[in-house]
């Protein structure tokens, strides 16, 4: 009787079951009228004034444009402003913008809310360089604004492009209220309106019919969220979203899936060795350059993921297509003799004990384990201390780790971004605790100068004063990983932003 | 009986102070500014200030604790979450019916193929059947659930197309997760009921029965499994418990939207009002579910009374 029950209880499960699979078996065929696209997080909000994290602008990009553009090859390029010039003074920078943009709501993008926007941002808390840098915002006429800095500052133009200085309209803040945050409906001018937001899973969005540069080809984009990298690449490869980034260790899977692609392109995230320059021992440059000399980049590189494709080895902050790559850095390629030189120079010959601190980043983790090995060569015991993300980001902050393994995120293309945030006294990304006044001088300098050349010879001593220093030892520059559906075509970008304008359906029957 | 249920009820109220007060207490402890992991390294000194002002994060910690209760019993509010702005407790309980389908689904399933297996193993008693099952069930209890849920994925997901291999979009979508946690529950409830029936039927009173000349299927069903499904009660009771605090690495494997995921975030971003909603919720949960395994206890067995 039992086994009978059994068995037939067993029927019925497996009948389920098979009744769930004719229920809805799909084939290769996909929505042309959609692209999913894959996020790695749920973004924290869709006001393009008060973003703080990337997620979250990989889609407002899309619903929300600012003044100028700045394309993969870090050119600045007209967008809402048609035209602009620039005082002789550098201070004031006046735009002519595009007189017929309408926003998703229906309202006239004017002056006004250029106005409205750019003050929203500063008064917001989340864009500290246009608070530092922008004196004010005047609306001349409908279609003139006038923005006038508090000192001549050189990559102005790249904050005008920046994420924090998109343009929403005036009366959809006001009417959406408190709930603008996740809600913003209808209040940006973009290939793409906001329709709903369903917390955990998804964003969608849809086309606008209106778009003044030309509607979009697919009307619906939807952004899914998946916390799980592998997750994430197992979507991609079962057909549940078009595009996502994904992890190195998916590459090969996905390569080999029929239908599927891998774009390698390289980011603007650089891993980076760093030290707390401002107590010993690290902070005699000797002992700082001998860490240097214990191992070559592209060792530490592979240690990190074991994939080639993961990054490409750099020893620099700025991109290698910038103007302002500096070729005649020192890449202290791997020599023990002269690390232990170094050291003993310095007064350490039977080495020292220290910590290398990081976060719980897999690759992190794996390139401090690599380093350890490196350091015991030339007679430096480390240990590695692993800190969970908030705790390490208190610990670089406070000074307190010798050693320590991060990355820095480069939203922006101009040197200032980087140099000055990180390496300028007392400011808060320089978890180095730099302290260096010439080097202060030439970057307060060379963010105020616009002539392109000086500013060419000056972040060259910049770069040269960093790399001499080892201050900070710039490991490679990671690479994003898009897996995409072959009939899929797009943009991909360093910025990690994803254009859905750019993207169509390409299948040919 | 109602008297002594509504005594129970009220006894999770102090429960649930002392899980709020100790969670409170380590979330407001530990290292790590929530302005600082929900503003962005970039945010400016000001803007810190400001999140900390509005929230009130620099007054003292049992004002806050005591301000946060107090919008719960006055203001029935459990805030909005520090990261979203969103109110906490409604999206505790808009994800609230995924975590808790992929719950009853698997306990379910676990106890339809546990359970019946595990008397046949019992009732077959070292015969080659028995010590097939207990094998299997011995393997699949050892497997970690997330390989599980990638070995489920791959084969029929990416490799026969049967399943999709994640999200949440229709049914179909919930096979492989469910499948991924009940099987090794199943082979515990099956290990469980096993060694719990073996213990009844070395009983008395079944050699009673036997004597009398009932049927061993009567003997079985009526008189050894109704006295071992008391402690197997509790089993899946508790089980369903668990799984209602929402298994993460389910959660993150199959891209679900449940209460695990949910809470994690929060704790990560250390985003107070957020992390201290789900937990409530899930220790009321797990005090209500308890409380439904007594009584149904106390309806099977004549002999406990509900205390």
Same mark, same amino acid.
């Given at each position: 009787?039992?086994?009978?029950?059994?068995?037939?209880?067993?029927?019925?499960?497996?009948?389920?079951?098979?009744?769930?699979?004719?229920?809805?078996?799909?084939?290769?065929?996909?929505?042309?009228?959609?692209?999913?696209?894959?996020?790695?997080?749920?973004?924290?909000?869709?006001?393009?004034?008060?973003?703080?994290?990337?997620?979250?602008?990989?889609?407002?990009?899309?619903?929300?444009?600012?003044?100028?553009?700045?394309?993969?090859?870090?050119?600045?390029?007209?967008?809402?402003?048609?035209?602009?010039?620039?005082?002789?003074?550098?201070?004031?920078?006046?735009?002519?913008?595009?007189?017929?943009?309408?926003?998703?709501?229906?309202?006239?993008?004017?002056?006004?809310?250029?106005?409205?926007?750019?003050?929203?941002?500063?008064?917001?808390?989340?864009?500290?360089?246009?608070?530092?840098?922008?004196?004010?915002? !005047?609306?001349? @006429? =409908?279609?003139? &604004?006038?923005?006038?800095?508090? $000192?001549?500052?050189?990559?102005?133009?790249?904050?005008? +492009?920046?994420?924090?200085?998109?343009?929403?309209?005036?009366?959809?803040?006001?009417?959406?209220?408190?709930?603008?945050?996740?809600?913003?409906?209808?209040?940006?001018?973009?290939?793409?309106?906001?329709?709903?937001?369903?917390s955990g899973d998804k964003i969608t969005l849809k086309a606008n019919?209106?778009?003044?540069?030309?509607?979009?080809?697919?009307?619906?984009?939807?952004?899914?969220?998946?916390?799980?990298?592998?997750?994430?690449?197992?979507?991609?490869?079962?057909?549940?979203?078009?595009?996502?980034?994904?992890?190195?260790?998916?590459?090969?899977?996905?390569?080999?899936?029929?239908?599927?692609?891998?774009?390698?392109?390289?980011?603007?995230?650089?891993?980076?060795?760093?030290?707390?320059?401002?107590? !010993?021992?690290? @902070? =005699?440059?000797? &002992?700082?350059?001998?860490?240097? $000399?214990?191992?070559?980049?592209?060792?530490?590189?592979? +240690?990190?993921?074991?994939?080639?494709?993961?990054?490409?080895?750099?020893?620099?902050?700025?991109?290698?297509?910038?103007?302002?790559?500096?070729?005649?850095?020192?890449?202290?390629?791997?020599?023990?003799?002269?690390?232990?030189?170094?050291?003993?120079?310095?007064?350490?010959?039977?080495?020292?004990?220290?910590?290398?601190?990081?976060?719980?980043?897999?690759?992190?983790?794996?390139?401090?384990?690599?380093?350890?090995?490196?350091?015991?060569?030339?007679?430096?015991?480390?240990?590695?201390?692993?800190?969970?993300?908030?705790?390490?980001?208190?610990?670089?902050?406070?000074?307190?780790?010798?050693?320590?393994?991060?990355?820095?995120?480069?939203?922006?293309?101009?040197?200032?971004?980087?140099?000055?945030?990180?390496?300028?006294?007392?400011?808060?990304?320089?978890?180095?605790?730099?302290?260096?006044?010439?080097?202060?001088?030439?970057?307060?300098?060379?963010?105020?100068?616009?002539?392109?050349?000086?500013?060419?010879?000056?972040?060259?001593?910049?770069?040269?004063?960093?790399?001499?220093?080892?201050?900070?030892?710039?490991?490679?520059?990671?690479?994003?990983?898009?897996?995409?559906?072959?009939?899929?075509?797009?943009?991909?970008?360093?910025?990690?932003?994803?254009?859905?304008?750019?993207?169509?359906?390409?299948?040919?029957? | 009986?109602?008297?002594?249920?509504?005594?129970?009820?009220?006894?999770?109220?102090?429960?649930?102070?002392?899980?709020?007060?100790?969670?409170?207490?380590?979330?407001?402890?530990?290292?790590?500014?929530?302005?600082?992991?929900?503003?962005?390294?970039?945010?400016?000194?000001?803007?810190?200030?400001?999140?900390?002002?509005?929230?009130?994060?620099?007054?003292?910690?049992?004002?806050?604790?005591?301000?946060?209760?107090?919008?719960?019993?006055?203001?029935?509010?459990?805030?909005?979450?520090?990261?979203?702005?969103?109110?906490?407790?409604?999206?505790?309980?808009?994800?609230?019916?995924?975590?808790?389908?992929?719950?009853?689904?698997?306990?379910?399933?676990?106890?339809?193929?546990?359970?019946?297996?595990?008397?046949?193993?019992?009732?077959?008693?070292?015969?080659?059947?028995?010590?097939?099952?207990?094998?299997?069930?011995?393997?699949?209890?050892?497997?970690?659930?997330?390989?599980?849920?990638?070995?489920?994925?791959?084969?029929?997901?990416?490799?026969?197309?049967?399943?999709?291999?994640?999200?949440?979009?229709?049914?179909?979508?919930?096979?492989?997760?469910?499948?991924?946690?009940?099987?090794?529950?199943?082979?515990?409830?099956?290990?469980?009921?096993?060694?719990?029936?073996l213990e009844t039927i070395r009983q008395d009173y079944i050699r009673?029965?036997?004597?009398?000349?009932?049927?061993?299927?009567?003997?079985?069903?009526?008189?050894?499994?109704?006295?071992?499904?008391?402690?197997?009660?509790?089993?899946?009771?508790?089980?369903?418990?668990?799984?209602?605090?929402?298994?993460?690495?389910?959660?993150?494997?199959?891209?679900?939207?449940?209460?695990?995921?949910?809470?994690?975030?929060?704790?990560?971003?250390?985003?107070?009002?957020?992390?201290?909603?789900?937990?409530?919720?899930?220790?009321?949960?797990?005090?209500?579910?308890?409380?439904?395994?007594?009584?149904?206890?106390?309806?099977?067995?004549?002999?406990?009374?509900?205390?």
């Amino acid at each position: 009787m039992l086994k009978q029950s059994i068995i037939k209880i067993t029927l019925v499960l497996v009948s389920c079951l098979m009744m769930f699979t004719l229920v809805g078996c799909s084939g290769q065929k996909v929505n042309t009228d959609q692209i999913k696209f894959g996020l790695g997080q749920e973004p924290s909000t869709l006001d393009p004034n008060m973003m703080s994290d990337g997620y979250s602008f990989q889609v407002a990009a899309n619903i929300f444009e600012g003044l100028l553009n700045i394309t993969d090859d870090l050119k600045i390029e007209p967008l809402l402003a048609k035209d602009w010039s620039i005082s002789d003074d550098g201070l004031i920078y006046t735009f002519f913008l595009e007189e017929n943009v309408y926003f998703h709501n229906g309202e006239h993008f004017k002056a006004s809310d250029v106005k409205f926007s750019f003050d929203r941002s500063i008064a917001g808390g989340y864009n500290s360089t246009g608070k530092s840098v922008i004196k004010e915002t !005047k609306v001349i @006429d =409908d279609f003139t &604004v006038q923005v006038i800095l508090q $000192y001549p500052y050189a990559p102005a133009l790249e904050l005008f +492009a920046s994420q924090y200085m998109r343009i929403v309209s005036e009366k959809a803040v006001e009417d959406c209220g408190n709930s603008f945050k996740y809600e913003p409906i209808d209040a940006g001018t973009g290939p793409y309106i906001y329709v709903n937001w369903i917390s955990g899973d998804k964003i969608t969005l849809k086309a606008n019919e209106n778009y003044w540069r030309g509607k979009p080809t697919v009307s619906r984009v939807i952004f899914k969220f998946y916390n799980d990298s592998n997750t994430r690449a197992v979507a991609v490869e079962g057909r549940e979203i078009n595009y996502a980034s994904v992890s190195a260790a998916s590459y090969e899977t996905l390569m080999k899936t029929e239908g599927i692609n891998v774009a390698v392109v390289p980011s603007m995230i650089t891993n980076y060795l760093a030290f707390n320059c401002s107590e !010993k021992p690290f @902070d =005699d440059p000797r &002992v700082r350059q001998a860490v240097a $000399y214990c191992f070559d980049r592209k060792d530490a590189q592979l +240690a990190g993921t074991g994939n080639p494709n993961s990054g490409t080895v750099t020893n620099q902050f700025i991109a290698k297509n910038s103007p302002y790559y500096n070729n005649d850095l020192n890449d202290y390629a791997e020599n023990l003799d002269k690390a232990r030189e170094l050291l003993a120079e310095a007064g350490y010959p039977d080495g020292f004990h220290t910590q290398i601190y990081t976060s719980n980043a897999n690759t992190l983790k794996n390139i401090a384990t690599f380093l350890l090995s490196c350091l015991k060569k030339i007679g430096i015991e480390a240990e590695m201390v692993i800190q969970e993300q908030s705790a390490f980001n208190e610990s670089m902050r406070q000074g307190g780790c010798p050693i320590f393994l991060y990355n820095y995120n480069g939203f922006a293309a101009d040197p200032d971004f980087c140099f000055y945030s990180q390496f300028y006294s007392g400011n808060t990304l320089n978890y180095a605790k730099v302290d260096n006044k010439e080097l202060d001088k030439l970057l307060d300098e060379a963010r105020a100068t616009i002539d392109e050349n000086r500013r060419k010879e000056l972040y060259a001593q910049i770069s040269t004063i960093v790399n001499d220093e080892n201050y900070y030892i710039v490991l490679y520059n990671m690479n994003f990983l898009y897996g995409y559906d072959e009939r899929l075509e797009g943009s991909f970008s360093s910025f990690s932003r994803i254009n859905a304008y750019d993207f169509k359906w390409n299948i040919d029957e | 009986m109602a008297k002594k249920i509504f005594k129970r009820i009220l006894q999770i109220i102090p429960i649930l102070i002392a899980v709020t007060f100790i969670v409170y207490l380590i979330m407001s402890l530990t290292p790590g500014e929530p302005a600082r992991l929900i503003l962005g390294e970039n945010a400016s000194q000001e803007a810190i200030d400001a999140f900390n002002e509005e929230y009130g994060i620099n007054r003292p910690f049992l004002v806050r604790y005591f301000t946060y209760v107090k919008d719960i019993i006055v203001n029935r509010s459990f805030g909005k979450s520090w990261r979203t702005g969103r109110d906490v407790m409604r999206e505790v309980l808009a994800r609230f019916p995924i975590t808790f389908y992929v719950a009853v689904f698997s306990v379910t399933v676990a106890s339809l193929i546990g359970v019946p297996l595990g008397v046949i193993s019992a009732v077959k008693q070292y015969s080659p059947i028995d010590n097939i099952l207990r094998f299997i069930s011995m393997l699949v209890a050892s497997f970690p659930p997330f390989w599980l849920g990638m070995i489920l994925v791959l084969i029929f997901a990416l490799g026969l197309h049967l399943f999709p291999p994640n999200g949440s979009d229709s049914a179909r979508y919930f096979v492989l997760p469910v499948l991924t946690i009940a099987l090794p529950n199943a082979a515990s409830f099956l290990r469980f009921t096993r060694s719990t029936m073996l213990e009844t039927i070395r009983q008395d009173y079944i050699r009673t029965a036997r004597a009398k000349g009932l049927p061993e299927k009567k003997v079985l069903v009526g008189h050894a499994l109704r006295n071992a499904l008391l402690p197997i009660i509790t089993l899946i009771g508790t089980s369903f418990g668990r799984l209602l605090g929402g298994v993460v690495i389910i959660e993150n494997v199959f891209a679900l939207q449940g209460l695990g995921q949910f809470a994690l975030t929060a704790i990560n971003s250390k985003d107070i009002p957020q992390a201290m909603a789900s937990v409530i919720f899930l220790s009321t949960m797990s005090c209500l579910i308890i409380l439904v395994v007594d009584i149904i206890y106390s309806l099977v067995d004549p002999r406990i009374k509900a205390e």
